[in-house]
């Protein structure tokens, strides 16, 4: 009924940039809080960046000052700008949305995960 679908992941230097978008589609009535996850190999997933529907944002400590988070409300689609990458930002980027959708008649809330995005960091 709800997809988050993920673009933007690839390989780049360190120092360098790169921007992940996260587009949901679906019977979709609200969606609330948004965010990015990371799980490096052999890691645990980890929260990134979130951010309300009021776009109030929380940052991750490790990433603070380099990666900002941001939402287009209209296109139900959530970013990730990401610069000064180091190696450790190596990992599997994965969008979530706390939403809202309609099915079978009833508005129903969701818990949405993209697929995910490879994100490599090294020269």
């Known amino acids: 009924q709800v997809q988050l679908v993920e673009s933007g992941g690839g390989l780049v230097q360190p120092g360098g940039s790169l921007r992940l978008s996260c587009a949901a589609s679906g019977n979709i009535f609200s969606i609330y809080a948004m965010g990015w996850y990371r799980q490096a190999p052999g890691k645990q997933r980890e929260l990134v960046a979130a951010i309300t529907s009021g776009s109030s944002t929380n940052n991750a400590d490790s990433v603070k000052g380099r990666f900002t988070i941001s939402r287009d409300n209209a296109k139900n689609t959530v970013y990730l700008q990401m610069n000064s990458l180091k190696a450790e930002d190596t990992a599997v980027y994965y969008c979530?949305?706390?939403?809202?959708?309609?099915?079978?008649?009833?508005?129903?809330?969701?818990?949405?995960w993209g697929q995910g995005t490879q994100v490599t960091v090294s020269s």
């Open positions: 979530n949305a706390d939403l809202q959708y309609y099915s079978g008649g009833y508005y129903r809330r969701a818990d949405s």
